[in-house]
């Protein structure tokens, strides 16, 4: 099993542009989760998919941020435009979950963002 | 107040030493809890669950506290590979029987020979 892969590995742009991060999680697993992390404020939940669709998205700053997972194998996250602040290293994760249970939530090795 | 709160530390413990965490969560209809372990620059990684009854794997035991709502990690013989920063987790109920999985910041433990 390959795990949850993620690219790019690290991005650095300047603010203002156009930042798309992607995900491709676990095959079978039916829940995606896009992190953010930061040291002032840890991790943070943006947003979370089951089947492919949106279940709750109360995480994404501001409107800059969208998200999308147009099937079960892969998923973006797009800030537009970027800010400095924005600057963390996301975090795509993926389970099995159904109304009774989570399983255990698999990493991708994340995306390290920088904005200059 | 955080839904899942944890002391950051560091803790700073000898090798051989045993060190324990506390977590506690504010929502009292959580139902599944867990720790992660995540080291310097790298992805978190679940170590264990935590189970009603408490649960041991090796050196290391979790215990919860619904009444109190905390839970605890207990590592015993601490050794230098253990340093890292270890993660409470919390599986809540969120509208329309989903669960979500919300992260406390982590405690971490640097261990020294």
């Known amino acids: 099993d390959a795990g949850v892969i993620q690219s790019p590995r690290h991005e650095v742009t300047e603010m203002g542009q156009e930042v798309t991060l992607r995900c491709k999680p676990i095959?079978?697993?039916?829940?995606l989760f896009w992190y953010r992390q930061t040291m002032m404020r840890g991790l943070e939940l943006l947003i979370y998919?089951?089947?492919?669709?949106?279940?709750?998205d109360s995480g994404m700053p501001e409107d800059r941020f969208s998200a999308k997972m147009p099937n079960a194998s892969f998923s973006t996250l797009k800030i537009q435009p970027s800010e400095p602040r924005d600057s963390a290293v996301y975090f795509c994760?993926?389970?099995?979950?159904?109304?009774?249970?989570?399983?255990?939530?698999?990493f991708g090795n994340g995306t390290r963002l920088t904005v200059t | 107040r955080k839904e899942v709160e944890q002391d950051p530390g560091p803790f700073n413990v000898p090798e051989g030493a045993t060190v324990a965490f506390n977590c506690t969560y504010s929502?009292?209809?959580?139902?599944?809890f867990f720790w992660y372990r995540q080291d310097c620059r790298k992805e978190p990684k679940l170590l264990m669950s935590?189970?009603?009854s408490g649960n041991e794997d090796g050196r290391f035991t979790a215990q919860l506290n619904r009444a109190s709502q905390y839970i605890s990690l207990l590592i015993r013989d601490s050794k230098l590979s253990d340093s890292a920063t270890y993660l409470c987790?919390?599986?809540?109920?969120?509208?329309?029987?989903?669960?979500?999985?919300?992260f406390g910041a982590g405690t971490r433990l640097a261990v020294h020979p």
């Open positions: 994760a993926s389970s099995w979950t159904d109304s009774s249970y989570n399983s255990p939530l698999h």
């Open positions: 935590v189970y009603s």
């Open positions: 998919f089951n089947n492919n669709v949106p279940i709750d």
């Open positions: 987790v919390v599986n809540i109920h969120v509208s329309g029987g989903y669960n979500k999985l919300i």
């Open positions: 095959s079978g697993h039916n829940s």
């Open positions: 929502n009292s209809a959580s139902q599944s």
